[in-house]
Structures are given as C-alpha cells and as structure tokens.
T-cell receptor, first 115, second 109 residues
Framework: GAGVSQSPRYKVAKRGQDVALRCDPISGHVSLFWYQQALGQGPEFLTYFQNEAQLDKSGLPSDRFFAERPEGSVSTLKIQRTQQEDSAVYLC?????????????FGEGSRLTVL | SQKIEQNSEALNIQEGKTATLTCNYTNYSPAYLQWYRQDPGRGPVFLLLIRENEKEKRKERLKVTFDTTLKQSLFHITASQPADSATYLCALGDDKIIFGKGTRLHILP
C-alpha cells in the first residue's frame, strides 16, 4: 500500500472489554513498532518486531497487552480487560530494514477511549 | 535508564525568525538521532536523521546539529513560516527507538 494503515481509527470500549488494533505496514518493510501516545506526550515505545520475531517487548505496560506479527507483515496489538488508563492513541510505524538505516513511517494511529 | 529531554513548554517565534529546539539525552550513546514533525491528530513524519560522526546536517530550511560530548542535538528552522507550527519530536536508538515528549512550536504571523 501507499503508507502504513491502522484500523480502527477510533475505538470506544467499556472497561473490561478486550480490543484488537490492526497495523498494515508498508509492503516489504522488515521492522514494525508499536507506540502509545497519551494526550500532550511523546510516543512511548511498546514493542518492536523484525519480520515475525518480537525482538523487544519491554515497553508493554502489563500482561494485558499482547502483540503479534505471525507472518512478518500485518501486526495486531491486543489489550485484554481494558482499563481507563489504557485510553490513548496507539501508533504503528514500519521501516524498510533495521531502524538504524533510516526513518520510521507512521500510520495515523488508533485512538482508544475506555469508558 | 535512557532519557530524552525536550523543551516541555511551547515555543513562540515570530514569522521570518529562526526557531531553535533542543534535545538532550542521558544514559545513552546513540549511533544516530532523528527529528520528526507531528501535527494534531496525525502520526509523526520523519524530517532528518543525523549520525554520530556528523556534526551538522541540512535540508532546505532545516538544520540539525549533534554534539555527542554534550549529549545534545539542536534543531533549527530558518525563515520560519506559520505552516511550520507543529510539535517536533526528537528520537534516538539503534533498534528500540525512543522519543522525547516533543516541543510545540507556534510561528506567529
């Protein structure tokens, strides 16, 4: 595709519900990142994939957060038993190779509101 | 732990002047550093990347410096325009890329 695509763009969940956020990276991009961005803050690192391998998940806030990229392309971020503090914009970014070789391409984000 | 600090307050600059944003980092020796622009409701957009062996990099009206001794990068926009108003994010890392909180820049007409 032309760019990184994220869906849904907006999600409202009741506290305790499970949600799944999808990221379609640019075709052929090896690296994929997930970030969480609260209002007025910078993107906070959640996790990083190289192809299908999850190389770093140190930023996932709790075991309610789970990310996968089973075929090295599309990725899903799942949040179980959502809490109000999970309300944020979740950004996905991809890169052609290892990030050290260049820029990250971001999607427009998925805004999650937990009531 | 690794930390990135950017001016947390908004920066107001008169149109036509040079805007200078600061990024300081601690507990890290990055091989390179990146700057991104973010508009409200949008994802960040890449602007410039500078490597540790480069002191300065330019792209049109943008200039970035990287001082690995001071652990600081400066981001300059010359001849600023109202359209340059946005939040500017500093990022560093080799694989795990971390971002600063960003500086909101307002260019006043």
């Amino acid at each position: 595709g032309a760019g990184v695509s994220q869906s849904p763009r907006y999600k409202v969940a009741k506290r305790g519900q499970d949600v799944a956020l999808r990221c379609d990276p640019i075709s052929g991009h090896v690296s994929l990142f997930w970030y969480q961005q609260a209002l007025g803050q910078g993107p906070e690192f959640l996790t990083y994939f190289q192809n299908e391998a999850q190389l770093d998940k140190s930023g996932l806030p709790s075991d309610r957060f789970f990310a996968e990229r089973p075929e090295g392309s599309v990725s899903t971020l799942k949040i179980q038993r959502t809490q109000q503090e999970d309300s944020a914009v979740y950004l996905c970014a991809s890169s052609p190779g290892r990030p050290v070789t260049g820029e990250l391409f971001f999607g427009e984000g998925s805004r999650l509101t937990v009531l | 732990s690794q930390k990135i600090e950017q001016n947390s307050e908004a920066l107001n600059i008169q149109e036509g002047k040079t805007a200078t944003l600061t990024c300081n980092y601690t507990n890290y020796s990055p091989a390179y550093l990146q700057w991104y622009r973010q508009d409200p409701g949008r994802g960040p957009v890449f602007l410039l990347l500078i490597r540790e062996n480069e002191k300065e990099k330019r792209k049109e009206r943008l200039k970035v410096t990287f001082d690995t001794t001071l652990k600081q990068s400066l981001f300059h926009i010359t001849a600023s325009q109202p359209a340059d108003s946005a939040t500017y994010l500093c990022a560093l890392g080799d694989d795990k890329i971390i971002f600063g909180k960003g500086t909101r820049l307002h260019i006043l007409p």
